[in-house]
């Protein structure tokens, strides 16, 4: 079946490490987003891409890297100068135009 | 971008009829009307969108008023499975197809 696979739906983190947050589709979907949700809140938008080799920052960016080699692929990397890191990581595609598919998540914790 | 207003929650029975309002006073013209839904634990679902004409599909309803500043999502007999987090975004058709902006959303609870 078509859709997002996010991996790991856990993952924890020491401080002052990287870490980064696999995001895949097969719906040959041009345009991916990273999302971040804390409790009781609604989504925020990190980094988006439209297309291959191009993304933009999103509303909160800092302490947040991407790349997007393949148009498959879209990993978002959580620096240590993310001061806040934990919360809930979504992924999303979307064909242009269209709605946005979601991954069920990336979980990130602090130890 | 225009922002959207829904209260914070709700509560059906089972099988019964669900109206999930949402006000949005200042959209624009070329605004389109989304909604997702995100169950526990999961990521965000789309359930429906429209412009200025009532929507149908097979998982919901979408009425919206005239003047457009105000819209409706009817689950016609709601289940257990439909209690989530309801979201009404405002998404313009210009531009880039980014940015969905969420807000708080509905809670949805589905009693048995």
């Known amino acids: 079946d078509g859709g997002i696979t996010q991996s790991p739906k856990y993952l924890f983190r020491k401080e002052g490490q990287n870490v980064t947050l696999s995001c895949e589709q097969n719906?040959?979907?041009?345009?991916m987003y990273w999302y971040r949700q804390d409790p009781g809140q609604g989504l925020r938008l990190i980094y988006y891409?439209?297309?291959?080799?191009?993304?933009q920052k999103g509303d909160i960016a800092e302490g947040y890297s991407v790349s997007r080699e393949k148009k498959e692929s879209f990993p978002l990397t959580v620096t240590s100068a993310q001061k806040n890191p934990t919360a809930f990581y979504l992924c999303?595609?979307?064909?242009?135009?269209?709605?946005?598919?979601f991954g069920d998540g990336t979980r990130l914790s602090i130890l | 971008d225009a922002k959207t207003t829904q209260p914070n929650s709700m509560e059906s029975n089972e099988e019964e009829p669900v109206h999930l309002p949402c006000n949005h006073s200042?959209?624009?013209?070329?605004?389109?009307i989304h909604w997702y839904r995100q169950l526990p634990s999961q990521g965000p679902e789309y359930v429906i969108h429209?412009?200025?004409s009532n929507v149908n599909n097979r998982m919901a309803s979408l009425a919206i008023a005239e003047d457009r500043k105000s819209s409706t999502l009817i689950l016609h007999r709601a289940t257990l499975r439909d209690a989530a987090v309801y979201y009404c975004?405002?998404?313009?058709?210009?531009?880039?197809?980014?940015?969905?902006?969420f807000g708080k959303g509905t809670l949805l609870t589905v009693n048995p």
């Open positions: 999303a595609s979307s064909a242009s135009p269209g709605p946005q598919h």
């Open positions: 719906l040959n979907h041009d345009a």
């Open positions: 891409s439209q297309i291959v080799n191009d993304f």
């Open positions: 200042t959209i624009s013209g070329t605004d389109y």
């Open positions: 429209g412009l200025t």
């Open positions: 975004i405002l998404k313009s058709s210009g531009g880039s197809n980014y940015k969905l902006t």
